[in-house]
């Protein structure tokens, strides 16, 4: 079954406190994608990143950063420096090659305040 | 502007009236899908479309119906609502079914069915 979980349902810190927040998928596929969603409180879903199951590299995008290891299948979603504006529920997400039913599974999502 | 329209962003409805809420792109994109939203359940899938006269089943269909005669429009139609379809639904698009492309999302339309 695919299946992803995001354990943490609320995190509150501090401005300018590091958080991460994690990603834990399900898959028998061994091609795969896997994706990071932000959600304001505005609403909108904005795109973060995507990362293949083929690449294992973290990325690094501003203060953002990303941990991807297929070995514990987590995709693990760093902040570091946190501000005010990230404050948003942030959706791991889960898609699958084409052959099969074109199915995104999404997380259940992790609100994070991050406190003045 | 590259954009995925929904309307309406709200609609408070009874029971068993007939709704559409519509979905429109403007990126020429091939892959369309509606979501729901609902509080610890996250985003789960209602119906897809890979192209136009082409649709399928997500993850909770039951209640609801799509179709997808033109690329750039992709309506929600909820036949009969009841109050369990209560809930925050998103239209989203992209370029095609490859599951690598991220998804672009409209804002958002706010149902309650009374």
């Known amino acids: 079954a695919q299946k992803v979980t995001q354990a943490q349902t609320e995190i509150s810190v501090v401005e300018k406190e590091d958080v991460t927040l994690d990603c834990v998928y399900e898959t028998r596929d061994t091609t795969y994608y896997l994706f990071w969603y932000k959600q304001p409180p505005s609403g909108e879903l904005v795109f973060l990143i995507r990362?293949?199951?083929?690449?294992?590299q973290n990325e690094i995008s501003g203060r953002y950063s990303w941990n991807f290891q297929k070995s514990t299948s987590s995709f693990n979603f760093t902040i570091t420096a946190s501000q005010v504006v990230d404050s948003a529920v942030y959706f791991c997400?889960?898609?699958?090659?084409?052959?099969?039913?074109?199915?995104?599974?999404f997380g259940s999502g992790t609100r994070l305040s991050i406190r003045p | 502007e590259a954009q995925v329209t929904q309307n309406p962003r709200y609609l408070i409805t009874v029971t068993g009236k007939k709704l559409t809420v519509t979905c429109s792109q403007n990126?020429?994109?091939?892959?369309m899908s509606w979501y729901r939203q609902d509080p610890g359940l996250g985003l789960r899938q209602i119906y897809y479309?890979?192209?136009?006269?082409?649709?399928d089943k997500g993850d909770v269909p039951e209640g609801y119906k799509v179709s997808r005669k033109e690329k750039r429009n992709f309506p929600l139609i909820l036949e009969s609502p009841s109050p369990n379809q209560t809930s925050l639904y998103f239209c989203?698009?992209?370029?095609?079914?490859?599951?690598?492309?991220?998804?672009?999302f409209g804002d958002g339309t706010r149902l309650s069915i009374l």
């Open positions: 479309s890979m192209n136009v006269e082409v649709t």
């Open positions: 990126m020429n994109h091939e892959y």
């Open positions: 997400a889960l898609t699958r090659p084409p052959s099969s039913a074109s199915k995104i599974i």
């Open positions: 989203a698009s992209s370029l095609s079914m490859a599951p690598q492309q991220p998804q672009h």
């Open positions: 990362r293949n199951s083929f690449d294992e």
